[in-house]
T-cell receptor, first 115, second 115 residues
């Protein structure tokens, strides 16, 4: 079965520091990959997606992610974190199934930003 | 704003009761998805509808049912509610009914509290 692992439950970074959130997936082929962010009391907002092609993808709010097939990883990065980035981040895969399109989510990583 | 509208935002009810959660997809989107977010299970896919027909089913309890109407809005019905059904229920929509370039946009969720 497909699965997504986000090894870090919590991460704390200083404002202005760089950020990397890890995501590993288990799937027989290359799935479609996504990062979503959930701010307190809010819904899930799509940060970026990977379908194919260039393995470095750019998203909103200055985020980027790199797909590494050899490591089955899709890590999220930001060069300089802002206090408003404090939220929970979810990595998700969309297995390319014949029928039906369910997203499989990781457990999430809570990002805290200290000033 | 994702364009996906969920009502109500909050719902408080008692065990054994039945509730209906409503979702209006983004304009032009034909697929609607329901997800449940709970502390112990994380984000779990429940069910997908495409243009009025059930397309995929996840770990949805038999006490739960959904439908998509001709105007493409969807309802998730939860009956014989138990304490463990307390969760945040998300609706998402996508233009596509297949995995190809499938991007799911999420609503703000309905928080269900069963007392």
């Amino acid at each position: 079965a497909q699965s997504v692992t986000q090894p870090d439950i919590h991460i704390t970074v200083s404002e202005g520091a760089s950020l990397e959130l890890r995501c590993n997936y288990s799937y027989g082929a290359t799935p479609y990959l996504f990062w979503y962010v959930q701010s307190p009391g809010q819904g899930l907002q799509l940060l970026l997606k990977y379908f194919s092609g260039d393995t470095l993808v750019q998203g909103i709010k200055g985020f980027e992610a790199e797909f590494k097939r050899s490591q089955s990883s899709f890590n999220l990065r930001k060069p300089s974190v802002h206090w408003s980035d404090a939220a929970e981040y979810f990595c998700a895969v969309l297995p390319i199934m014949e029928y039906g399109n369910k997203l499989v989510f990781g457990a999430g990583t809570i990002l805290r930003v200290k000033s | 704003d994702s364009g996906v509208t969920q009502t109500p935002k909050h719902l408080i009810t008692a065990t054994g009761q039945r509730v209906t959660l409503r979702c209006s997809p983004r304009s032009g989107d034909l697929s609607v998805y329901w997800y449940q977010q709970s502390l112990d299970q994380g984000l779990q896919f429940l069910i997908q509808y495409y243009n009025g027909e059930e397309r995929a089913k996840g770990n949805i309890l038999e006490r739960f049912s959904a439908q998509q109407f001709p105007d493409l809005h969807s309802e998730l019905n939860l009956s014989s509610l138990e304490l463990g059904d307390s969760a945040l229920y998300f609706c998402a929509s996508s233009e596509s009914g297949t995995a190809v370039k499938n991007i799911q946009y999420f609503g703000a969720g309905t928080r269900l509290s069963v007392l």
